[in-house]
């Protein structure tokens, strides 16, 4: 992951799981889906989330038929529970002025790929001083999408990378 990628200047990134998109294997490969320069974190000149999902729909995910019948959607939840079902982690930059956020996304299973990329941006996360919002375990139940949330710091991406795991693991040995 480069060096210069800032969080904060995207709107939001995907890390993709192992099933072929497009036609192709891009397990654990971003895509980060840059602000635009007009797009402030004020409440003045802040676009909506759907609005570049859209965009990045009409080129990517076409050989998925589920995705591409939501595509144009308004609803951001619906979009990103489509990614995670097809096992995509999505990462939504959703910071305000003076407090940076993220919403992440996580699907059912992540590949070793997905979970390589995710630790890298936890320590993106610890460097950028940013608050998470983790939603995984999704469910659609009459017509309403559910998940179970977490919150916190980067740290909070540890269950999901499986440090928490190693470290029961390394403590079990002691």
Avoid: W
């Avoid at 930059?93 to 890298?120: F, I």
């Avoid at 179970?148 to 190693?166: C, T």
């Amino acid at each position: 992951m480069g060096e210069n990628l800032k969080i904060s200047d995207s709107k939001f990134i995907v890390i993709y799981g192992d099933k072929k998109v497009d036609g192709a294997n891009k397990d654990g490969q971003i895509e980060f889906v840059k602000r635009k320069e007009q797009d402030t974190l004020d409440n003045k000149n802040n676009f909506p989330h759907y609005l570049y999902m859209n965009d990045f729909l009409k080129t990517h995910f076409k050989d998925s038929a589920n995705i591409q019948r939501y595509a144009q959607s308004r609803d951001i939840n619906v979009l990103l529970f489509l990614l995670a079902n097809e096992g995509h982690i999505t990462i939504a930059e959703t910071s305000y002025p003076d407090y940076k956020s993220a919403l992440v996304t996580m699907p059912r299973k992540c590949s070793d790929k997905q979970k390589e990329r995710l630790r890298q941006f936890q320590e993106k996360f610890k460097e950028e001083k940013y608050k998470l919002s983790v939603i995984s375990d999704y469910k659609l139940e009459d017509g309403i999408i559910e998940g179970k949330d977490s919150y916190g710091d980067e740290r909070v991406l540890d269950s999901f990378i499986g440090k928490k795991a190693e470290k029961e693991k390394e403590d079990m040995e002691l």
